[in-house]
């Protein structure tokens, strides 16, 4: 019962730590890699796209070490358990329903809106809110946003060369 609260705690604690990873990182120090993600596509992979590679790998290690490591502490795997759950809903939510990078697949629009209205505050203004599970969105952007009627979201490459 334990492995499974830790790694339902790791869910959840992803988003918050997401959201500063990409408010500080992303938006920081490595805006380099993040730009390719605010401009419109240009190929169908960005440089943007390195991040995920990198956060697999991390919690691809967390695991080995987890299991493989005598002495390792207990709780590495569920944690890279809740963590891979994490990532795995964030290209869910993030890539296919918000950016539509899998365009052929037929979505409900009524149903996934709010995130997608709540990412495109963030593409228009390049600032809040940087969660993607549970953006918060400060109701000030929310109104800028609704008045230009601008949709920064949609990330269709299949007139991009690849």
Same mark, same amino acid.
């Given at each position: &019962?334990?492995?499974?609260?830790?790694?339902? *705690?790791?869910?959840?604690?992803?988003?918050?730590?997401?959201?500063?990873?990409?408010?500080?990182? &992303?938006?920081?120090?490595? &805006?380099?890699?993040?730009?390719? %993600?605010?401009?419109?596509?240009? %190929?169908?992979?960005?440089?943007?796209?390195?991040?995920?590679?990198?956060?697999?790998?991390?919690?691809?290690?967390?695991?080995?070490?987890?299991?493989?490591?005598?002495?390792?502490?207990?709780?590495?795997?569920?944690?890279?358990?809740?963590?891979?759950?994490?990532?795995?809903?964030?290209?869910?939510?993030?890539?296919?329903?918000?950016? !539509?990078?899998? *365009?052929?697949?037929?979505?409900?629009?009524?149903?996934?809106?709010?995130?997608?209205? *709540?990412?495109?505050?963030?593409?228009?203004? +390049?600032?809040?809110?940087?969660?993607?599970?549970?953006?918060?969105?400060?109701?000030?952007?929310?109104?800028?946003? +609704?008045?230009?009627?601008?949709?920064?979201?949609? !990330?269709?490459?299949?007139?991009?060369?690849?």
């Amino acid at each position: &019962m334990t492995f499974v609260l830790v790694a339902v *705690a790791a869910l959840v604690l992803m988003e918050p730590v997401t959201a500063l990873i990409h408010r500080f990182v &992303m938006h920081g120090f490595a &805006m380099g890699w993040h730009r390719s %993600h605010h401009e419109p596509p240009r %190929h169908v992979l960005e440089a943007n796209d390195l991040f995920p590679v990198v956060f697999a790998a991390t919690t691809i290690v967390l695991l080995a070490v987890g299991v493989y490591v005598p002495g390792a502490p207990s709780l590495l795997v569920p944690i890279g358990i809740g963590v891979t759950a994490y990532g795995a809903a964030y290209l869910l939510v993030h890539d296919v329903v918000i950016h !539509r990078r899998l *365009a052929f697949l037929p979505l409900p629009d009524a149903l996934l809106r709010a995130w997608r209205e *709540a990412h495109n505050v963030h593409h228009l203004f +390049a600032g809040a809110p940087y969660g993607f599970l549970a953006p918060v969105v400060p109701p000030a952007l929310r109104r800028r946003a +609704a008045e230009r009627d601008v949709d920064r979201t949609r !990330r269709t490459v299949s007139d991009v060369p690849a």
